[in-house]
C-alpha cells in the first residue's frame, strides 16, 4: 500500500501538457506513492504517454466524460493510500513537493488539509504567458480558516489531504460540479488544521485565452459562494470577512464576460491575484 495516491483527472486533449506533468512526477525525491489518472473521456490514452513513466501509474477509464466531480470520487474510491494528493494536467511539480508535504503531515496530525505555495503563470491572447508571482502560503490554521470566508487561499493542485479525514467528511460532493475542492475543503476545515507551505513546490498555468474559461470562473464563483453560505454559520455570516466575499462575489458574478477577462488580466499583470 503507498502512502501518497497522487490524483489526476484528464480530458484526454493534451497529450504534451500530461506528458511535461508526468516527467516532472518522475522527478521525485519521493518513491511511496503512485499516480491514479482518470481517463474522463471515450478515448484511449496514447502508450507512448505512459510507456516511460517512472512510476506506478494506474489508468482509471470512464469510457465517456462524466465530470471532474465524478473523476475525483471514483478515483479515491481505488485508494487505500494514507494521503491523497491532487495534481492538475499541465502542472509542475517540483521533486521535493510530495516529500515534503508527507514530512508535515507526519509530524502534524491534527493537519487535514495541506498546500503549498504555487508559481501562478496566465495565458493570455495578447501575451503568451505571464508570471502572476506565487500563491498565498501560511502555517496559521486560523489565518487559512478565516480566508475561507471570503476566498478559496488554496490552490487546488497543490494540495495533499488525509485520507482518514476525507472519509470522515463525506469526502467531494456529487452534487457540486465546480468549486468541489472549495466545497470540500470548508467541510473538512471543521475536523481539524489546515496549512500552505511557504516552499514553491509546484507550477500551475491558468488559460486566460480561452473564453469558455470564464464562463467557467463565473459558475465556480457562484457555486463556491452556495457552499459559503450553506456550511458557515451565523456568526461566521455576520463577519466582514464573510461579508465581503459575498458582496466581492455577487458584484463579479454581475459583469458582462468581456469586463471579467480585461479585470483579471489587469490584476494578474499587477500580481494582485
Not at 153 to 159: A, E, L
Request: aromatic share 10%; charged share 20%; glycine share 4%.
Amino acid at each position: 500500500m503507498p502512502i501518497v495516491d497522487l490524483i489526476i483527472s484528464t480530458r484526454n486533449d493534451n497529450d504534451s501538457a500530461l506528458i511535461n506533468t508526468l516527467h516532472s512526477i518522475d522527478k521525485s525525491n519521493f518513491l511511496d506513492f503512485r499516480v491514479l489518472l482518470v481517463n474522463d473521456s471515450n478515448k484511449i490514452i496514447p502508450d507512448n504517454i505512459l510507456v516511460n513513466s517512472l512510476v506506478e501509474v494506474v489508468v482509471i477509464d470512464n469510457h465517456e466524460s462524466l465530470g471532474l466531480t465524478y473523476s475525483l470520487i471514483f478515483a479515491i474510491s481505488y485508494s487505500n493510500a494514507k494521503y491523497i494528493a491532487r495534481a492538475d494536467v499541465g502542472d509542475i511539480l517540483h521533486p521535493a513537493r510530495i516529500e515534503e508535504q508527507v514530512n508535515y503531515m507526519e509530524s502534524n496530525p491534527l493537519c487535514v488539509v495541506l498546500g503549498c505555495s504555487t508559481r501562478i503563470w496566465v495565458k493570455s491572447h495578447k501575451r503568451n504567458l505571464i508570471d502572476a508571482g506565487s500563491s498565498f502560503y501560511s502555517k496559521n490554521s486560523k489565518e487559512i480558516k478565516k480566508m475561507l470566508l471570503k476566498t478559496n487561499p488554496f490552490v487546488h493542485g497543490s494540495i495533499m489531504i488525509r485520507a482518514s479525514a476525507y472519509q470522515e467528511s463525506g469526502g467531494y460532493d456529487g452534487n457540486v460540479k465546480v468549486a468541489q475542492d472549495f466545497n470540500l475543503y470548508i467541510r473538512m476545515a471543521l475536523l481539524g488544521e489546515l496549512a500552505i507551505l511557504q516552499r514553491v513546490l509546484s507550477q500551475h498555468t491558468f488559460d486566460l485565452s480561452n473564453s469558455t474559461t470564464f464562463v467557467k470562473n463565473k459558475k465556480s464563483i457562484f457555486s463556491a459562494l452556495k457552499s459559503r453560505l450553506k456550511y458557515f454559520s451565523l456568526k461566521d455570516k455576520l463577519s466582514k470577512f464573510f461579508i465581503y466575499g459575498v458582496l466581492r462575489d455577487l458584484i463579479l458574478l454581475m459583469l458582462p464576460l468581456k469586463v471579467l477577462f480585461k479585470l483579471r488580466v489587469y490584476l494578474i499583470t499587477r500580481n494582485k491575484v
